[in-house]
């Protein structure tokens, strides 16, 4: 009984020495005997102990640090930019086959990828387009990592560190811009006052009454407040109607008066005085107005 039980324990401990177990993130490429056998999934599987190995790749997605790299853009401006990405195992069989550490291997074709790609590229791209950079990063990596079975989820550029010169530069910059705003909206004001004040003008040119109804309004504005003696200029248009027109018969010259002596020619006619006709304006201290 005794020659049978050491077998029948040896046995049973070889069988559940090769039970392995797999997480549902997990995938395991087996080797029997050094040759590809497949690859398992998750759960509980059976891996021959001394013939079989196996070696377990995780398939969640991976947030790898690239570090700063110094950068010199097209435009020859040096520059420090650090990135992240974010990539997965697509094929377990190709990332255990095909490259010997492919989270290394992933990280250096990053930083090399990071530097040649922004080489190519200007500064003020690299600061207002980071969505066409990090998609121009991702399909190059993507393609490089397509043999290893590893797919590129996305690159993104965390942060891009520029000298102090050239930080006070593109500071000048944005204070030149904004400044160069303000003084193209305050000549667009002027523009629009002036149009506005020309059409106006012209309105109250073809209604002469506006004019007069205008000044009145300006008199009550001014007897409004408590001001001292306001001498207020008179439009031309308001004092037509207060000069006389010349008599016909004093303005008309009389045949063969020319002929007479100097002394025997009638005196002249004295114009007529229009300064008791011409309004005068006093406003005087508080709310009462002469005219």
Avoid: C, H
Avoid at 219 to 239: D, R
Avoid at 248 to 263: H, V
Avoid at 277 to 291: F, M, N, Y
Wanted: no cysteine.
């Amino acid at each position: 009984m005794e020659m049978f039980l050491v077998p029948l324990v040896a046995l049973a401990g070889y069988v559940l020495g090769s039970l392995r177990g797999l997480n549902q993130y997990e995938r395991g490429v087996v080797f029997t005997l050094g040759k590809y056998a497949g690859t398992r999934g998750p759960g509980l599987t059976v891996i021959p102990l001394i013939f079989s190995r196996m070696k377990t790749v995780s398939l969640r997605i991976v947030a790898m640090d690239i570090p700063a790299q110094d950068v010199i853009t097209r435009d020859n401006i040096s520059v420090k930019v650090n990135a992240v990405l974010y990539f997965r195992v697509a094929d377990p069989s190709l990332a255990v086959l095909e490259i010997q550490d492919y989270l290394y291997a992933t990280g250096q074709l990053a930083q090399t990828t990071l530097l040649s790609v922004l080489g190519q590229v200007e500064l003020d791209e690299l600061l207002a387009d980071r969505r066409k950079v990090n998609d121009l990063l991702k399909a190059i990596i993507d393609e490089r990592t397509d043999f290893w079975g590893i797919e590129i989820s996305a690159v993104e550029i965390k942060d891009v560190l520029l000298p102090d010169t050239m930080r006070r530069a593109i500071a000048r910059q944005a204070e030149a811009e904004r400044e160069r705003r303000a003084k193209v909206i305050s000549a667009q004001g002027e523009l629009q006052a002036s149009e506005t004040l020309a059409q106006a003008a012209r309105m109250l040119q073809s209604q002469p009454a506006a004019i007069q109804l205008r000044y009145l309004q300006t008199v009550t504005e001014i007897a409004a407040e408590n001001n001292s003696t306001t001498i207020f200029p008179l439009p031309i248009e308001m004092l037509k109607p207060f000069f006389r027109q010349p008599d016909d018969s004093i303005a008309a010259p009389t045949p063969g008066l020319s002929a007479l002596p100097p002394a025997s020619r009638p005196s002249a006619i004295p114009a007529p005085d229009i300064t008791d006709a011409l309004p005068q304006i006093r406003l005087e201290k508080g709310d009462k107005t002469e005219i």
